[in-house]
């Protein structure tokens, strides 16, 4: 069955092409149409559901970076060479590095790249050769 | 004592047996004519892992050396699929890296409690990381536990393959005496303290919450563990990258311009280290002149042998950047025993990753170079070890 998001107005033409196989062709995404009484509906045919803010994992380790930065100064605040002091800088160090490693990643990863090398049979990663 | 398993066979011939013995990874086969036995041993050439160590400050994960050594070898390194997100494992067909973080026993929360580093040797598991490297070693996979950087917690364990080459990489994969005899090969990167500083700054100052008080702090308060357990490892090290602030610009604080020597020490089996010119000599070379038109500052080279803790090493040194193409080209083809296969393979290779970090100078070159002698030293390895078990069935 083809499904076509269409517009607030009914469209009377067919759009769905019934092949001889009786297969309809189904239309990706909302239609547009060159109709200049609606122009103004195009440009608010926004999605429905609005998709939550997550906390993406970089944000998660900037947090922690700035937090334990906070903690070391404190620490080192009270005894400069105890080992709570260096323990809690060496904290700051490996978070700093899982951080720009993380950033690192987020900088070279491709969307359709990482989705494609977990779901390589779906429509949207097929090679053909 | 071999322990065999006896198995008949319909495919052969019914008078043929065959036992497995597994121990020494053959195979006898038994064939019963006339109530007379006759034997042919036919041998399996079993895996042989070779395991290379580089220890490092930075800590784990995709580090630049890595990808350039697995790209010596082909194909990209990448984490294991459908596992841990947050293993620091890297696998491609030849090589797999295991991060020596993953052997902490104390956690993120253990250590502040005990108040020490995970520099401290207090907080590795070192009989943990001997067995495992020694199994893999021996083609036995393994379950390895993974560190998580991000939540400082030890996650359940992944299963570990024998590779054909391991790299273990971290703080103190030669600090373990017993590791150590198992490593066929080790690198250690010494980082100077100026460049470390200016390195962290290009990292960190992106970071919120950072300052330029608080990576100063970090790097102080870290350096006695790392004078007392890190720092003492390079003199065991094979080869010794150090990179040092350059000398061709004076008064440089930035850092940009590096310095830096590869230090390879002589007399170690399968690996012969890289000259300028002639073994043994002493030359400085500055390639930019006639035939080179260079930028400011330029390119220095020295070759010279020396005494690195109370070891003969030869060093090469490379002060100043590549701006192109043919610079690279050229220093290349005055190189010798690079263990390249074909002319221009040092070049191709810096260019394949021209984007990495260091890819315009000797940081770059010479991590490529050490890959290459770390080919060389895999190949010429299972080379000798697929003639010993020749000449024993012969003798």
Redesign the interface.
């Known amino acids: 069955m083809a499904t076509i998001a269409a517009t607030s107005l009914n469209i009377g033409i067919q759009l769905a092409v019934i092949t001889s196989e009786a297969r309809p062709v189904s239309l990706a995404g909302p239609v547009r149409l060159n109709n200049p009484w609606n122009l103004g509906s195009r440009t608010t045919n926004r999605m429905a559901a609005v998709r939550p803010v997550k906390a993406t994992?970089e944000g998660?380790?900037?947090d922690?970076?700035?937090?334990s930065?906070?903690d070391?100064?404190e620490t080192?605040a009270g005894d400069p060479v105890?080992?709570?002091?260096?323990?809690?800088?060496?904290?700051?160090?490996?978070?700093?590095?899982?951080?720009?490693?993380?950033?690192?990643?987020k900088k070279d990863s491709d969307p359709l790249e990482e989705y494609c090398?977990?779901n390589p049979e779906t429509n949207e990663c097929r090679t053909y050769d | 004592m071999a322990v065999s398993t006896i198995y008949s066979t319909q495919a052969l011939n019914s008078t043929h047996f065959f036992t497995s013995s597994s121990s020494s990874k053959q195979v006898f086969f038994y064939r019963r004519q006339n109530n007379r036995r006759f034997n042919t041993i036919i041998t399996c050439a079993a895996q042989q892992t070779v395991v290379i160590g580089l220890a490092a400050d930075?800590?784990c994960?995709?580090s630049t050396f890595m990808r350039r050594l697995t790209s010596v070898f082909g194909g990209a390194a990448e984490p294991p699929?459908g596992g841990n997100p947050d293993s620091n494992t890297l696998i491609s067909d030849m090589t797999t890296v295991i991060c020596l973080d993953d052997y902490h026993s104390l956690d993120?929360t253990g250590?502040?409690e005990?108040?020490?580093?995970?520099?401290d040797p207090r907080a590795n598991d070192f009989d943990l990381m001997y067995e495992q490297v020694k199994a893999l070693k021996s083609g036995i996979a393994v379950e390895k536990p993974i560190y998580n950087?991000?939540t400082?917690l030890l996650d359940a364990p992944e299963l570990i393959q024998p590779p054909k080459i391991l790299v273990i990489e971290g703080l103190h994969p030669m600090f373990d005496e017993r590791v150590r005899d198992l490593l066929d090969f080790s690198i250690y990167l010494d980082i100077s303290n100026e460049v470390k500083f200016a390195w962290?700054i290009q990292?960190?100052m992106?970071?919120?919450?950072?300052s330029l008080e608080?990576i100063k702090?970090?790097i102080e308060?870290?350096k006695?563990?790392f004078e007392a357990f890190i720092d003492p490892q390079k003199q065991y090290a094979d080869a010794v990258i150090e990179v040092l602030p350059t000398q061709l610009i004076p008064d440089d604080n930035e850092g940009k311009v590096l310095r830096v020597r590869l230090i390879m020490k002589e007399g170690v089996k399968y690996f012969s280290p890289v000259y300028l010119f002639d073994e043994g000599s002493t030359i400085s070379w500055i390639p930019c002149g006639r035939k080179l038109t260079c930028s400011y500052p330029g390119i220095k080279f020295n070759y010279a042998p020396d005494s690195y803790f109370d070891h003969e090493v030869s060093v090469v040194e490379m002060d100043g950047q590549f701006d192109r193409l043919d610079e690279l080209i050229y220093v290349e083809s005055h190189l010798s025993n690079l263990s390249t296969k074909f002319y221009g393979e040092v070049t191709q290779q810096m260019l394949k990753h021209a984007d990495f970090p260091g890819s315009n100078n000797g940081t770059g070159l010479f991590q490529t170079i050490v890959g290459l002698k770390i080919r060389d030293l895999y190949e010429q390895l299972i080379a000798n070890k697929a003639t010993a078990p020749a000449e024993a069935a012969k003798a």
């Open positions: 994992p998660v380790i900037s922690k970076v700035e937090k930065i906070k070391a100064e080192c105890s080992g709570e002091c260096v323990a809690a800088w060496d904290e700051v160090e490996e978070l700093s590095a899982a951080a720009s490693h993380a950033r690192d990643k090398k977990d | 930075s800590g994960g995709k699929k993120r250590r502040k005990k108040g020490v580093t995970a520099l950087h991000v400082g962290k990292r960190d992106a970071e919120r919450g950072h608080s702090a970090s308060a870290r006695p563990d």
